[in-house]
């Protein structure tokens, strides 16, 4: 009997244990599937995380893209580096598409990347506003040359209708005077050519005879303006004092004048930046406007 009872008592006992292990084993299982369930959702998060930021950065690479095709110059140079710039931004558009949804490292180092693009066209922005205010200064700057030569072109014009004016009269009998202006491509032999074949522009005139007009030497400033409007600009810092106003010149040439007849030529070295067109000559000495034409050069 008494045995019979021990075995008993050891049956209840192990149940006691197998229920203990099953309760434990329970919770534990609860537990882990808690924390699964809280994994799962934390890395759901994230994902939704890295989704927003990269949508957010494709974005900002669409408003690059956009704001480089607004930055257009004259400057073929800088031109061709915004270009390059642009298909930056599209090669990396194009590599996000494909990125790990899950990276915070991938992400990260697309942040960065689009950082420095960023901080690349802040630079072009700034150079490109120096340039536009620059290119807006030489603007007003050759707007008041055109100005003054309009002014002195048709002062001139004035003087030459009113001649019975003893004061217009005088002014222009000690102003020199030409004819026979022209102006030309040259080859290398000095034989006049096409623009294609050009060594040099030369410009040739005859001063005419004037015994009231100053004797000695002078300066005689030639000042070639291309079909598009600006001149052409001979040596670095090439500028004379015109009516109070420095001007650019092509080219220029002393020469001793003693009252008579003398013929002169001027020539300006072509730089390889000619073109077919219209081309305006000036020709100035002593602050004044001497000679004008207009020539087209093929």
């Known amino acids: 009997m008494d045995e019979y009872l021990h075995e008993e008592n050891q049956g209840d006992s192990l149940v006691k244990k197998l229920k203990i292990g099953v309760i434990v084993l329970g919770a534990a299982l609860v537990v882990l599937l808690a924390f699964f369930v ?66 915070y490292a991938e992400i990260n180092r697309y942040k960065q990347e689009v950082g420095t693009l960023k901080t690349i066209m802040r630079g072009y922005v700034v150079q490109i506003d120096s340039l536009n205010r620059a290119n807006q200064q030489l603007r007003a700057e050759n707007s008041e040359v055109k100005k003054q030569i309009t002014w002195v ?38 034989k006049e050519t096409q623009i294609r074949k050009c060594a040099q522009l030369k410009a040739e005139f005859t001063i005419t005879k004037n015994v009231t007009a100053k004797r ?43 009252g008579e007849r003398l013929e002169v030529s001027i020539y300006w070295p072509n730089d390889g930046s000619l073109d077919k067109g219209k081309y305006t000559a000036d020709l100035f000495s002593d602050n004044q406007l001497i000679g004008t034409g207009e020539f087209i050069l093929k």
């Open 38 to 103: 809280h994994a799962h959702r934390e890395n759901r998060a994230n994902m939704q995380i890295i989704s927003d930021e990269k949508e957010l950065l494709q974005q900002e690479l669409v408003d690059l893209s956009s704001n480089y095709d607004g930055l257009k110059t004259d400057n073929d140079s800088l031109n061709a580096r915004l270009t390059i710039e642009q298909e930056k931004i599209a090669g990396l558009m194009e590599k996000m598409k494909t990125f790990r949804a899950n990276s």
């Open 153 to 190: 072109r048709e002062r001139n014009k004035n003087l030459e209708e009113k001649t019975t004016r003893m004061e217009e009269t005088l002014e222009l009998a000690a102003t020199l005077a030409i004819e026979q202006f022209r102006l030309y491509p040259i080859n290398k032999r000095e």
């Open 216 to 258: 000695g030497a002078r300066m005689i400033y030639l000042r070639v303006t291309r079909p598009d409007g600006n001149a052409i600009v001979g040596e670095e810092g090439a500028t004379f004092k015109y009516q109070n106003v420095a001007m650019d010149y092509s080219a220029r040439r002393e020469i001793v004048y003693e």
